[in-house]
């Protein structure tokens, strides 16, 4: 089997689909899946779509015992003219080779990745919610799965992608949201793995993750885990701030991970004619910024959410309110922005998306 071609065996037991719009996150799967494998003696082959279900593991697969795991997330839109279409791909498969090589796994093709994912998402092209706000979320995740008790990068993986029709992120939808910035407990430092996309950084966020919503927060803001001083981003987005008109974003330096959202986020305000800084920024000066009355905005911005307004952080027991808790109009605009540009209401000036057949 050529590493160019897609094998498809459909499904004969078709799933009923549920109401989108009321589906949690992440918990209804579509009838089909993608799975390419590797060994080290045929390199990445046999690509082929199948049935959804599950997948046969060796007790010993060192993904289950050292985290040799990587993973992305993107999404399908239905358009104004019952068109399919994606969000850049692209960026997603180069940022899971930049993950894959944090992790030292071998280097998937990005165009044949995303010629599957095309092919998938058009197989299972019924599955992508119509509704206002809904969309198909695209999960492609990377696998250890050779059978050994060893700390070495692994000779036998699964490339696989699953899809998932899915409502709002949040309940707030893009009404702001509470954060908790986290004191304790880090999630990364540069020089670890902070900027790569794998499970261990989410397992290593479940503890505080799991504290502050206990007390109605949605995530946690971490702080730099050297000083816990310096913001870094939430547990599921990247972090902007408005301070007397200047944007700012915390700096890439190797314990953040590079948003494909925070990207295009950037250019977006850069294409209206706003200056955004990249650089470390203080807690504190976020905390001084909404004192003294100047911190105007704050948001989130990932592919769940897309764009997620904050109208509080809880820092040291003190809560900051921002923009007396109302969606600012620079989080509403870029909202809108990007919801209209991913679901072709208007034109795509950055050709970021890709048509599905």
Do not use: C
Request: aromatic content about 10%; cysteine-free; charged content about 25%.
């Amino acid at each position: 089997m050529s590493y160019n071609t897609i094998r498809i065996e459909k499904t004969t037991q078709p799933k009923e689909k549920p109401d989108s719009t009321t589906v949690a996150f992440g918990t209804v799967f579509t009838d089909h899946m993608f799975i390419l494998n590797y060994t080290t003696e045929k390199g990445w082959h046999d690509g082929r779509i199948v049935p959804y279900g599950p997948i046969e593991l060796d007790p010993a697969s060192t993904s289950l015992h050292y985290g040799q795991t990587v993973f992305e997330g993107l999404k399908a839109y239905v358009t104004e003219h019952d068109e399919v279409q994606l969000f850049r791909p692209d960026q997603n498969m180069a940022r899971i080779n930049r993950s894959s090589e944090r992790l030292q796994i071998p280097e998937i093709d990005e165009e044949y990745a995303t010629n599957a994912l095309k092919e998938l998402v058009r197989l299972d092209k019924e599955w992508v919610p119509k509704e206002k706000g809904t969309s198909l979320y695209i999960r492609p995740f990377i696998i250890a799965t050779e059978a050994h008790l060893g700390v070495t990068p692994a000779k036998n993986y699964k490339f696989i992608i699953i899809l998932s029709p899915v409502g709002a992120y949040y309940d707030e939808g893009i009404n702001p949201i509470k954060i908790a910035v986290e004191n304790k407990f880090v999630r990364a430092v540069t020089g670890g793995t902070g900027e790569a996309k794998t499970g261990g950084n989410y397992a290593a966020s479940l503890a505080a993750t799991e504290k502050v919503s206990q007390k109605g927060f949605s995530q946690v803001l971490w702080l730099d885990g050297v000083e816990k001083k310096y913001i870094e981003e939430v547990g599921s987005m990247n972090i902007f701030f408005k301070i007397n008109g200047e944007i700012i974003t915390p700096e890439l330096h190797g314990s953040i991970l590079p948003g494909i959202t925070r990207d295009s986020v950037i250019q977006i305000l850069e294409y209206w004619g706003h200056t955004v800084t990249e650089r470390r920024i203080s807690m504190q000066e976020v905390y001084d910024a909404a004192k003294s009355g100047a911190l105007e905005e704050a948001f989130g911005t990932g592919t769940a959410a897309v764009i997620s307004p904050i109208g509080q952080l809880n820092w040291n027991d003190e809560d900051i309110v921002i923009n007396n808790y109302e969606t600012g109009e620079i989080s509403k605009n870029l909202y809108d922005s990007l919801s209209n540009i991913q679901y072709g209401v208007t034109e795509d000036i950055f050709g970021w998306t890709v048509k599905i057949d």
